[in-house]
């Protein structure tokens, strides 16, 4: 079983800042990639940035330059820093990573439960 857990969520005013956490736990052997998606209500769930071991990290058009991902690989935790935050940044964060249990374990995709950001004054 893998656990991700989140952290970091909360009410903040239009051009704040919120850093958000999440750490894998469990049977891992390997993470591939992990990342950041949210979902806004009535909207669908987006990427909003991903770094995959060893590669390049791809964010949404909508937040470059404003927010950053990053791993901590020896704790198996992502982190997503926000800046300059939007009432259209408003919504449920969800960390996702791709986590492979076991040397011949199979390559699946984990999430956490979710963690609400609110941007609004």
Do not use: H
Not at 71 to 99: F, G, H, W
């Amino acid at each position: 079983q893998v656990q991700l857990v989140e952290s970091g969520g909360g009410l903040v005013q239009p051009g704040g800042s919120l850093r958000l956490s999440c750490a894998a736990s469990g049977s891992i052997f390997s993470i591939y990639t992990m990342g950041w998606y949210r979902q806004a209500p009535g909207k669908q769930r987006e990427l909003v940035a991903a770094m995959p071991t060893g590669g390049s990290t791809n964010y949404a058009d909508s937040v470059k330059g404003r927010f950053t991902i990053s791993r901590d690989n020896a704790k198996n935790t992502v982190y997503l820093q926000m800046n300059s935050l939007k009432p259209e940044d408003t919504a449920v964060y969800y960390c996702n990573a791709r986590i492979k249990t076991g040397y011949f374990g199979p390559i699946d995709d984990y999430w956490g439960q979710g963690t609400q950001v609110t941007v609004s004054s």
